[in-house]
């Protein structure tokens, strides 16, 4: 598929939090012909989401924080959400523990993939790897809230599994990781049974 691809120029627009570039290209279409265009895209680096389950009492644990973003697009700001995070150099595995202990205070013992995904892919450049992990009262180890140097200010709430779902109805849940990690387990419940030894 890179045969169908021609950089013609890039433009670094800002480098910040993550990468802001303007680049031109020629794209070989379906038909044979060569169309030039130009795209700005954000790459703010490759992510984990985990959603954490306990079997015992059918409970997932979620996230509130405040996302600016929304708030500049004059919604809620104060978003239900799975914990995620930049892979910061770690494998998308490795995050997604970081990132549990971080923000929720629980220490995950069992995790398992469940998909990947790309955020937005008209504009930012982001692959999300997204699991599902268990927990239960001996896996806390902290009250977690994230991290102050890095602006976190995060609210743990632990919801029935069916209540959780039920708000992505009611709008109460909006963020798309959150939704298809609540949908992904619904369909897939064998995905947190025990590995195989």
């Known amino acids: ?30 038909d044979g012909t060569w169309q030039r265009q130009s795209r700005e895209t954000y790459d703010r680096g490759n992510a984990a989401a985990i959603l954490l ?6 409970t997932v644990i979620l996230t509130r924080q405040f996302r600016f973003p929304v708030f500049v697009g004059g919604h809620n700001a104060w978003l239900i959400e799975v914990c995620a995070g930049l892979l910061d150099g770690d494998d998308p595995e490795t995050c997604a523990r970081r990132e549990a202990e971080e923000e929720t205070g629980h220490r995950v013992e069992v995790i398992r993939h469940a998909f990947d995904t790309e955020t937005s892919p008209g504009s930012v450049i982001e692959r999300l790897s997204c699991y ?8 806390r180890i902290s009250d977690g809230g994230g991290l102050e140097h890095e602006g976190e200010d995060i609210e743990v709430l632990e919801i029935g599994f069916r209540a959780a779902l039920a708000m992505i109805d009611t709008g109460e849940i909006v963020d798309a990781k959150t939704i298809m990690l609540l949908q992904y387990l619904a369909l897939h419940p064998e995905v947190i049974a025990p590995a195989n030894p």
């Open 1 to 30: 598929m890179n045969d169908r691809v021609k950089i013609i120029s890039e433009e670094l627009l800002s480098k910040d939090w993550g990468t802001l570039k303007k680049t031109v290209f020629d794209l070989k279409r379906r």
């Open 53 to 58: 389950y306990c079997a015992e009492h059918d």
């Open 132 to 139: 599902i992990g268990t927990y239960d009262a001996d896996s």
